[in-house]
Nanobody, 115 residues
Framework: VQLVESGGGLVQPGGSLRLSCAAS????????MRWYRQAPGKERELVAE????????NYADSVKGRFTISRDNAKNTVYLQMNSLKPEDTAVYYC?????????WGQGTQVTVSS
């Protein structure tokens, strides 16, 4: 049972990145999926979440209108499209789900927004 994130990197302010999170070992399509982030010296915060069928999404106020969460249940993958990135978006981004096996976390992927 695992979540594996990818797609992080260094990008200039105003740029875009797409994060991916590949799930395995559980019935992905049954569960809400979430993206969190944690910046140095700050608490981990919820960025976005998506319902099991992908119909309902919610976003932190700080990313509304810039980030889009989506999922492909056939590929067991959840995505986070990040546009108009700002330096304050710099953080380690984590994929998460609360399943019958408990809280699942990926290893995280670093996103750095800097000129």
């Amino acid at each position: 049972v695992q979540l594996v994130e990818s797609g992080g990197g260094l990008v200039q302010p105003g740029g875009s990145l797409r994060l991916s999170c590949a799930a395995s070992g559980f019935t992905f399509s049954r569960y809400v999926m979430r993206w969190y982030r944690q910046a140095p010296g700050k608490e981990r915060e919820l960025v976005a979440e998506i319902s099991s069928a992908g119909v309902i999404t919610n976003y932190a106020d700080s990313v509304k209108g810039r980030f889009t969460i989506s999922r492909d249940n056939a590929k067991n993958t959840v995505y986070l499209q990040m546009n108009s990135l700002k330096p304050e978006d710099t953080a380690v981004y984590y994929c998460n789900s609360l399943t019958l096996a408990g809280q699942l976390w990926g290893q995280g992927t670093q996103v750095t927004v800097s000129s």
